[in-house]
Each structure stands twice: as C-alpha cells, then as structure tokens.
C-alpha cells in the first residue's frame, strides 16, 4: 500500500500509536490525557482517509489487522521523529518551567517522592511534575518520560545515568504476625515463615539460599504485583517480605524478623536521554532528585 499518497491528521495517528501500544481504547485516552470516544473517533476518521480497516475488536480489546500492523512501522518512525523534534524545541527554551513526566515503581513514587517533592515546588513554582507509576522501564526515547528512576544499571547507550547512591531492605514482618508465629532464632528458622511475593521471586529465593536461608516457591502465600500491596499485606499480619529500610524502620507496627541477618542493598539511577538533559527543566528535576535521593541513601548508609 502507498502510504505516502495519503494526507492525515497527526492526532489521529498518535491515536493509533497509543492503541496499538495499549491495546484498547480506554487505555489510549488515559496515555494520551483524552476521552475513549474522542480515540474511537481518530481511528476511525484515519481508517477513513486510508481506506483500510486497522484494527479490529476482540474480547481483550483492539488487535491490528495486516494493514495496521504495516502502518505501525511507519508510524512509530514517524513518532520518533515528532519526538526528536520536540528535543530540539526543548533545548531552545531556557525558561525553567513546564511540564517533567517522571517514571518511578510504585514503592518509590508512593513511599519516597511525596516527602522530597514539596521543596521542589517551593524552588520551581513554574514546573509541573507527571509521575508515572510502573514497575516496567519505560522507554524514554518516545517520550514515555523524561526521568526515570530505577533500581537496576541502565544498558541503553544513549542515555544520561546517574548512580546516586544505594539503599538498603530487609526481611520484615508485622509485629502481631511475630507474637502470633514466633520470632525466628535462627536464619534457617526464617524459612518456616509464611512470605508475601515480590516481583522476582525467584531472585529473592536465590538470594535468601547464599544467606543460609532455604526458602522455597510454597513459603509465598500471596502473591501481589503491587510493591505496596505487599507493604500493606506485611503491615496487617499476612507474613513476611523484603521491604526497604526507608519504610520498615519508620513503621512501628513492623519489625525486622531476624535481627542479625545482613541488610540487602540496592542501587537508585537516574536516568533521562542525551538530548532531554540539555533542557532546562529536566534538568533541573534531574539535579534535584539526584540531590535529594543521594541525600536519602547517604542518611541510610
């Protein structure tokens, strides 16, 4: 198909991208900050303009079809470009205000930012903070952020990192959980204990086998996505879980289940791309959390 010969609106193509992306209209009128309808009526006006069908309803949502699927390869280049275009746009304002899309887990964005995000609104009045809240990566090269803060060293080459410094967890529990189910009196007692999931399970059992600890898949009875899921669950008595100092030392209803056992460090990056840094307001974002966060890992060093 000549796709070259056709003449549409770059609304209606973004909608596309975000539907094919999301896999629902629903899904794409919440990334692109609009209204399901309005999706519903893009799609179809460009389905229109191309005269092709290019996605098609399902019991889990839209799925491309053939000629969808061929437009999404121009498309996504297409998108790449509009990006690269706003960087440019961005490097020309020198003005510190606007808006930072900033993409932290859920542990981070509901445990650590709401006590550092206030003294940036008192120094920046003019910015506007959009955190987005995933435990997946998201890409930054179409502008899915501006910042993102992870817990692993970034491999993408073309970003700016920074390692800021390091925190530290350990195995928690609520006290009641305890007094109900005894406290451990040895790391090999620890794994008579009941555990509530983490993402990577398989990565803790590892870790808690070289402590001596034998762990198995049947200790976790519940198995959350949501790191603060897991932070509730712990805190009303469900079992115990590896959890950030940052939390379990400041909640007197937890307590650590085996005193003597070795802290779990792991690391904070910041992250944003080559081009996004020379813009005055990331990176003015980007100075502040590596300031505020580095401060946090220093204190808990």
């Known amino acids: 198909m000549n796709w070259q010969a056709i003449s549409f609106d770059w609304n209606q193509l973004r909608a596309f991208l975000a539907t094919a992306k999301e896999g629902s209209f629903s899904a794409a009128a919440r990334v692109l900050n609009t209204t399901q309808p309005t999706i519903s009526r893009q799609l179809s006006a460009l389905e229109a303009s191309l005269g092709v069908s290019l996605l098609e309803s399902n019991v889990r949502g839209q799925t491309l079809t053939a000629a969808g699927q061929e437009l999404l390869d121009h498309a996504q280049m297409m998108g790449e470009a509009a990006t690269l275009i706003s960087m440019v746009a961005d490097r020309q304002s020198q003005e510190v205000s606007g808006e930072v899309v900033l993409a932290a887990t859920d542990l981070m964005s509901a445990a650590i930012l709401p006590g550092i995000l206030s003294s940036l609104r008192e120094s920046a ?20 952020a501006d910042i993102s803060i992870r817990h692993m060293q970034p491999t993408e080459p073309e970003h700016i990192t920074r390692h800021v410094g390091d925190l530290r967890a350990n195995l928690y529990a609520s006290c009641a959980y305890l007094d109900k189910e005894g406290r451990p009196r040895s790391l090999r007692e620890v794994a008579d204990h009941t555990f509530i999931g983490v993402p990577d399970p398989e990565h803790l059992i590892a870790s808690m ?93």
């Open 125 to 144: 009045p003019g910015i506007t903070i959009r955190i987005k809240e995933s435990n997946n990566i998201l890409n930054l090269m179409r502008r899915e």
């Open 209 to 301: 086998h070289n402590l001596g600890i034998p762990l198995r898949a049947e200790n976790f009875a519940i198995q959350p996505d949501s790191s603060m899921v897991t932070w509730e669950m712990v805190k009303v008595g469900h079992g115990v879980s590896m959890l950030p100092e940052v939390l379990g030392e400041v909640e007197p209803m937890v307590e650590k289940v085996f005193a003597e056992a070795p802290s779990f460090e792991y690391p904070i990056w910041l992250v944003t791309h080559k081009e996004l840094q020379t813009s005055p307001r990331i990176r003015a974002v980007f100075d502040f959390l590596a300031n505020q966060l580095g401060e946090i890992a220093r204190i808990r060093s």
